[in-house]
């Protein structure tokens, strides 16, 4: 059982470019969530999909965007990376709240 | 706007020794969760707390819940090394739909 599942591991970016982090679960789960953990600052939520067919915006959404490709998936979109955006990144899925958040193991992100 | 509040921040503390974690939150909500996050990896579900007295005990590690003062406990009896992790409470705000809100974490250091 893979559980969540995201690629890739690590990603090096050059300011202005573009990329998409993935992020696949097979648990059957309802709602999915994208995090970004920054050092002193815990895990901010970028956007969520709480079903499929819908996606709203976290406490940072600002230069994302995501898309909930199916129950499965939720992508989420880089469109014009910024050193900023630097930090590792999260994928989470639940059945739905009050059901515990099961994590991947991380995307980090290195924008130059 | 929710706020989840930790402290402290850093624990060090040495083995055999008891503390508390304490994750504060500024809005009516009787949903409360712990999670554990070991160095470089992933987040790991530790309790959730669905009301108010809650108490969830797993180890030597014991969670409670008090809603009416807006505060969770996370209480460690007779630390072990094996216990040293970033550790961060969340909320869910049900009025905000599926959003789940991070604190800072406190990461604790168990010393031989």
């Known amino acids: 059982n893979a559980g969540v599942t995201q690629t890739p591991k690590f990603q090096v970016l050059k300011t202005g470019q573009s990329m998409t982090l993935q992020c696949a679960q097979d648990?059957?789960?309802?709602?999915m969530y994208w995090y970004r953990q920054d050092p002193g600052m815990g895990l901010r939520l970028i956007y969520y999909?709480?079903?499929?067919?819908?996606?709203d915006k976290g406490e940072v959404p600002n230069g994302y965007n995501v898309s909930r490709l199916n129950k499965r998936e939720f992508s989420l979109r880089l469109e014009s990376a910024a050193p900023s955006q630097t930090s590792v990144y999260f994928c989470?899925?639940?059945?739905?709240?009050?059901?515990?958040?099961?994590f991947g193991n991380g995307t980090r992100l290195t924008v130059t | 706007e929710l706020k989840v509040e930790q402290n402290p921040l850093f624990l060090s503390m040495q083995e055999g020794k008891n503390y508390t974690i304490y994750c504060n939150y500024s809005?009516?909500?009787?949903?409360l969760y712990w999670y554990r996050q070991d160095p470089g990896k992933s987040l790991e579900s530790l309790f959730v707390?669905?009301?108010?007295?809650a108490v969830k005990q797993e180890g030597r590690l014991m969670a409670s819940l008090d809603t009416k003062a807006r505060l969770s406990t996370l209480h460690i009896t007779a630390a072990v090394h094996d216990l040293s992790a970033t550790y961060f409470c969340?909320?869910?705000?049900?009025?905000?739909?599926?959003?789940?809100?991070f604190g800072e974490g406190t990461q604790l250091t168990v010393n031989p």
């Open positions: 999909s709480a079903s499929e067919g819908t996606t």
């Open positions: 989470a899925s639940t059945r739905t709240l009050p059901s515990p958040l099961h």
């Open positions: 648990m059957n789960h309802n709602s």
């Open positions: 809005t009516t909500s009787d949903r």
């Open positions: 969340a909320v869910d705000d049900k009025t905000s739909g599926s959003r789940l809100t």
């Open positions: 707390l669905l009301s108010n007295g």
